[in-house]
């Protein structure tokens, strides 16, 4: 890990020491105290990386608590890992500190970063800490394995396969909904309870690791849902040139989201384009499909079937409960 | 590489197609078309991993050209790698941008990164794009590889050991200077090119790869000198368990340098520990020295031998022509 010290040791130095040296227990670290990390892939296994940032008044709110940034940043990167099959090594860090950032800030991120770095098997492997003028930044670089050559991709969709999602598909983008406009939860005649349900998937992304290797074993393609399941599927079938229908109605949904929907129909394009969901979408042979449902049963992951892969390139179909196809105005969240 | 997009293509999508794709020959790449990349290390390497991030205002300025910010951001990582003695592999990028910056800014972009990625044979593998609330900041995780267990470390040195360091020294700090200070070249009396030489360094590092399998081969601890000579001897020495004496008249200078010490001589304080050298500076068995030198001088690198390393741990000692030991009041730049 790359640090800056004067005399004594600056405030970088400390802060690595301090913060970050105790999460530190693979090999390959090396303690921090180097500017590189070596990594190896089991043998007759492939190394998968993947990047991801989150910042600060983007991905988050500045008050967001300091352990949930930290478990978000490290989450968004096992959620990648896990829609690819692939088992977790480690992961580098860059942090960027806005000046007088409190040493309190800074030990609970480390401690949300040790809890998921232990949760999920994923070391810290080093990184580099800069300051900011503004804001904070944190840049995730994750690794995982897989056997060699069989890294789940988004092509690989075939026409007749099924299409599955986990989890629930929604909560997050309406919790950010929620966490943007006070008041919004009164509106839509939520309680508190599901207020708060929504909010948390939106800051606490619930990665699917846990059946990464089912996916591996089972999808023909898969990707993370993280920009809004409409977009999503549509980069799936662009990348395996197919299409999709999806049954709306069939879309798994919370409680908390059911009961939103009941009040404001409309917030269906948010549930189906608005991103931060973090479960995976993947398309399945049939024959497949029940030992993948009851297998990932198993491991407290609900799978379900949404629709299937249809032979030519095109859009994602969104069919709603009249066989009618959903316009949707934006298929996915855009930074840009 | 992850993108977001809507129904036609979001600006992020259109983004990675236009600009990035072009750069990708990386087959573990996967033309930038999946959430992930996977990469092998040749057989009987190990994998050396090192990340760097550098941000608008902090590590460049704002109106630094967008192809030399590319640049600088690839250099400095490669920079760690030629220090560990590591081939580059290839790289992830983090891009995050501001709201409304030009199509024309990121082409430049693009294209500083894509001349120094075939320069240095080190392909974009993948990466993220963001949007941030202001400035650019550029994250980038470089992959290289090393025979197993050859990883050169800051750990190493050996009481007897000769310091090395590439290049020259300072040049960087004081190019940042005149870029800090307009009229400042003017004080200091140095002419035009010798400001361009040295602003120019500090916008441009000239990672020593063609040196890296040299390092690897030689040196018995090496790291690059990014935040300051003294200080970076400092991290190699406690690192080592050793101390070094460094002789300040041996410090390698660039004439532009020397004309500005000879101007205003208390600025050998931030020659020594301003930082932006990237330079490598290494312990070299006294045996091994002549061979590197020559062998060094072949690819075009300067190799210059400045102190020794010394039983017991300590600080470096930095000792003038007098033999009197130069009281530094800051050994390296702090972010913190």
């Known amino acids: 890990m790359r640090s800056k010290n004067q005399r004594t040791g600056s405030g970088e130095d400390r802060l690595i020491a301090r ?19 070596f990594i190896r892939a089991p043998p007759g296994r492939d190394l998968v990386i993947t990047t991801d940032a989150v910042l600060s008044s983007v991905h988050f709110f500045a008050d967001d608590p300091a352990h949930e940034i930290a478990r978000k ?13 692939a088992r977790p090594l480690g992961f580098l860090l860059t942090l960027g500190l806005p000046k007088g950032i409190s040493q309190r800030w800074i030990a609970a991120f480390a401690r949300g970063l ?27 670089t994750a690794f995982g394995s897989v056997p060699r050559g069989t890294m789940v991709r988004r092509r690989g969709a075939r026409p007749g396969d099924l299409v599955i999602v986990t989890g629930t598909i929604g909560d997050g983008a309406l919790g ?18 599901q207020h ?11 990665p699917r690791s846990a059946i990464a290797e089912l996916v591996r074993t089972h999808a023909s393609a898969a990707m993370d849902v993280s920009d809004g399941l409409a977009g999503d599927l549509a980069k ?31 917030l269906m394009q ?18 497949k499909l029940q030992r993948l449902r009851r297998l990932a049963a198993a491991k407290k992951v609900v799978v379900s079937e949404i ?28 930074h840009f």
């Open 73 to 85: 940043a490290l989450r968004v990167n096992l959620s990648d890992l896990a829609a690819k099959g």
């Open 236 to 266: 799936l079938c662009r990348a395996s040139g197919v299409s999709v229908s999806v049954d709306v109605a069939r879309v798994p949904l919370s409680k908390a989201a059911r009961a939103v929907l009941a009040k404001v129909p409309e």
């Open 114 to 140: 040790q809890a998921d770095a232990n949760a999920f098997g994923c070391p810290l492997l080093g990184g580099d800490t800069v300051r900011t003028l503004g804001g904070v930044v944190v840049s995730i």
């Open 176 to 193: 950010l909904e929620l966490r943007r406009k006070p008041g919004l939860g009164r509106q839509w005649r939520i309680t508190r309870r």
């Open 307 to 334: 629709g299937v892969v249809i032979a030519g390139k095109g859009e994602p179909r969104f069919i709603d409960r009249k066989g009618n196809a959903i316009a949707l105005t934006q298929l996915s969240f855009s």
């Open 19 to 37: 913060y970050f040296k105790p999460l530190v227990d693979h090999p390959g670290a090396l303690g921090l105290e180097d500017d590189a990390a």
């Open 270 to 287: 948010t549930v189906l384009s608005g991103g931060d969901d973090y479960e995976i979408v993947a398309s399945v042979p049939r024959a």
């Open 196 to 206: 708060c349900e929504l909010v948390t998937r939106y800051r606490l992304p619930q």
